[in-house]
């Protein structure tokens, strides 16, 4: 073999001469470990500095201990520039699997062989707040999918969110200032509650549709695992002809929307800041693995400009009615991260990363972004942030790149440029792969400007309000009443309840009323009354209900009915929900009748003091005369039961502990029944008995169910119950 064939091998990896990349050791500590530096040496000791000392006198440290100086230094320097936004957040591993192929819009093999499984990584996140703020807050949150191809790695980079504050990437440095705490004071923390915020939205007429949905309940989801996830921006699809079309990317939750209610939110945000990263590794370690639709809304090249907003604003979506989505595929989250800086901190998304079928469009928030993001990795991590084992694709990765900080690859040969002399990793053709974008002509004027349908900034934001429900209007209302109260310019709440008239005269005299603005008494324009599907929350539903991954607190005291509470427990486990017992304390309960030595009892979760009933999606009391006398009494037991029909959710009783809630709820129709007929009221469940006949329909949960499984299982399958709050009943107890 000649010298030039032997190079040619070198460098392009013929014949076991392929270039070395080092993956990260993964490592699971073990008592069999012993401790190291990072250059392998074993340690002397990781608790006491080298120093001069004596048996009397204990003396200064010695700088000579490069053990001591390396573990400070390593230390020192953990921490790596956090996020501008998005800085909080959680991920999990899983697959995308392709049900039905797009092949008529792209040659994109990850949408097109439905033979394969996807690897991907998600990354859900708030917006606002810094690292160490709450999961709970009022925000935007973030939806990012790395999709692990065969061709390479694609970001959809996307929201729980389907538009934009702005429409031009040019006004992201000012959006984000004005949302971020104010600047004398660095308060408020992850709230867009202030001054700032307002009056920038305010001057920023394009960010009406956002902020209409950031002040629903959409901005406070339940979990990560029950909200959409939107690609926001307008990308394009290539098919094998050559023709594009334009497309946005939607991921619809198996488990439906839902949202906290707002005094729930607050709430938890100190009570339990991490809920959402918690909630989301605990449904994965439980195996009630999330999931969602992944569909696709395209439109062809030829017919962009027949819909009265242009297609590439991202301030406007792409009304169902109009575009259907297609429902192609489905994503699963099914292994949590093994390390949270390493993988969930350091993974780096770009919307510039797309495999070849998958191209930009001209949207002017995307070409913006697609620069904003990898300049930000290159802040963040360094220019070799792609070799990160995290962000690094599963195909092989072969260019010239060299050197530069973190480097890990490790390229054999002397040829570092092309073309050369060797013809060595020449550029791929399109057969081959390459990626390439079909060509297209451009004319127009050069100018800071953009089309005219740009330019209207009220429709769709009145569209999304006539399409909520009554509960959700007021949700709104109260959302904007208060926000506008956390400002104290008059400038600011003034203007704004003036805008609102734009919108909806009825909205904005309610709120210019609570925050203290001049009441307008006409609209500034006429609302055109038009509604579209699947902007409500409420629409977006299981096909089924079912209460998997729900989170069932079960409370007792000594003296409690095991029968009962052994069957719901069981009841519970059996349709994949996650019950936790809660009591006085969180030592051993035991059951009526039982002898009370260790052993005969039941061990709590938690205690009332120690947990809430934010925490909790539902709540039920089993029976037990004992049991109840004590519950009766505590002052906390009866908040656990008014807090949580407070925030609308699901509450259940048998046998006494019906007079339980009778006494904190006062609901005329809740009966104590001397027989096994559940009674259903305003999502309160109660039954006298619990007999085998009430445990059968678990499976199938009815509305129209005769038993006390099926008519619970099926209130804490929707949720919330909004009579509640439609008849004012919520505001009669004190939670």
Known sequence: MSAVDKIKNMVSGEKGAKVAQLDAVSQTVSKNDRLTTDFGVKEPTADEWLRVTSEDKTGPMLLED?????????????????????????????????????????????????????????????????????????????????????EGNWDIVGNNIPVFFIQDAIKFPDVVHAVKPEPHNEVPQAQSAHNNFWDFVYLHEEATHMYMWTMSDRAIPRSYRMMQGFGVNTFTLINKNGERHFVK???????????????????????????????????????????????????????????????LDATKLWPEELVPIRYIGELELNRNVDEYFTQTEQVAFCTAHMVPGI???????????????????LSRLGINWQELPINKPVCPVMNFNRDGQGRH????GTVNYWPNRFEARPPATQQEGAYRDPPFSVQGIKARTKSAKFREHYNQAQLFYNSLTPPEKSHVAAAFAFELDHCDDPVVYERMSQRLADIDLELAQTVAEMVGGTKPTKASRANHGKTAKNLSQTAIQPEKPTIASRRIAIIIADGFDKVTYDAITTTLKASSALPFTIAPRRSEIYPAGADKTPGNGVQPDHHL??????????????????????????????????????????????????????HAIALPEIQLSSDDKAIESYGVVTIGKISPDSLKGAVTIAKEGTGFVQKFWYQIAQHKNFDRELEGLNSQVAY
Request: hydrophobic content about 40%; glycine content about 8%; overall charge negative.
């Open 409 to 412: 690859t490790i390229t054999k």
């Open 609 to 662: 003091e120690g947990m809430r009933s934010t925490m909790f999606d539902a709540v039920f009391v089993p029976g037990g005369a004992q049991a109840v006398q004590t519950l009766m009494k505590s002052g906390r037991a009866i908040h656990w039961i008014r807090e949580a029909f407070g925030h609308l959710k699901a509450i259940g009783a048998s046998g006494e502990a019906v007079q339980l809630l009778k």
């Open 359 to 377: 191209g930009q469009s001209d949207d002017p928030l995307l070409q913006g972004r697609s620069f904003s993001y990898f300049d930000t990795q």
């Open 249 to 311: 990317f939607h991921f619809t939750p198996e488990l439906g929307v839902h949202s906290f209610v707002w005094d729930e939110a607050l709430k938890l945000a100190g009570q339990d800041p991490d809920f959402h990263r918690k909630d989301l590794w605990e449904a994965i370690e439980n195996g009630a693995y999330p999931k969602w639709k992944f569909g696709i809304q395209t439109i062809p090249e030829s017919k962009e400009h027949e819909f009265d907003f242009d297609i």
């Open 66 to 150: 490069n053990y001591a100086r390396e573990r400070i230094h390593r230390f020192d320097h953990e921490r790596i520039p956090e996020r501008v936004v998005h800085a909080r957040g959680a991920g999990a591993f899983g697959n995308f699997r392709l049900f039905e192929s797009a092949e008529d819009v792209t040659f994109a093999p990850v949408l097109t062989d439905t033979s394969r499984e996807t690897p991907v990584f998600v990354r859900f996140s708030t917006v606002q707040g810094s690292r160490g703020s709450a999961d709970t807050v009022r925000d935007v949150r973030g939806f990012a999918v790395k999709f692990y191809t065969q």
